[in-house]
């Protein structure tokens, strides 16, 4: 991790008709990164993805946004990292999170996909656990027969205003994280609420 982070995935799902629902936050916050850092998003289809290269605190970020569906993320995230010869852990993956309420955020070093599968998918193809992830809350319908039904439907605008809200908030915290700053990273995003 001394390099810090070069690549930095949003996972979700392509098209009009996925945009606003909530298995796409990952996206939105790549995209928030975007146009705080006034990148221009191009198509790769080298890669199957969206793409955007930024410059956060003197330091070249590309950030991409696979456009392979959800199930399918770590097969885009795997071709990028192969070309620019990345290591997993200078990748930061950002995804929804069931476990999280809406507006919550969380910092992450590698670990288990806990059923998402965009990480499953992602680890698999990296061939390592180790990426850093940051967990974008969307809260759980309750019972896990809803959980489908649930990220692919667009949430209430009280929990939108959260969860826009966390993203900013990861957004402001973004040089920490590429840095390697991880822990005064996590001090702010596990307190804010």
Not at 17 to 30: E, L, Q
Not at 64 to 79: D, K, L, R, V
């Amino acid at each position: 991790m001394a390099s810090g982070i070069s690549l930095i995935a949003g996972l979700g799902n392509p098209g009009s008709r996925y945009i606003d629902t909530r298995h796409n936050a990952g996206f939105w916050f790549v995209e928030a990164l975007a146009d705080r850092y006034h990148g221009e998003w191009r198509d790769d289809t080298r890669f199957k993805s969206r793409v955007c290269e930024v410059t956060i605190n003197n330091q070249r970020i590309w950030l991409i946004a696979p456009q392979t569906f959800m199930n399918h993320s770590g097969e885009a995230i795997a071709a990028f990292a192969r070309y620019y010869r990345l290591d997993s852990s200078q990748i930061l993956v950002a995804h929804d999170e069931l476990d999280l309420a809406p507006g919550r955020v969380k910092l992450k070093q590698g670990g288990g996909a806990a059923g998402h599968n965009g990480l499953r998918d992602t680890t698999r193809h990296l061939g390592s656990p180790d990426d850093l992830r940051l967990r974008l809350g969307i809260g759980h319908p309750g019972q896990q027969r809803e959980v489908v039904n649930f990220v692919l439907k667009r949430a209430p605008e009280a929990e939108m205003v959260l969860i826009q809200s966390a993203i900013e908030h990861a957004v402001d915290h973004i040089g920490d994280i590429i840095q390697g700053d991880l822990q005064t990273a996590m001090n702010a995003l596990h307190s804010h609420s």
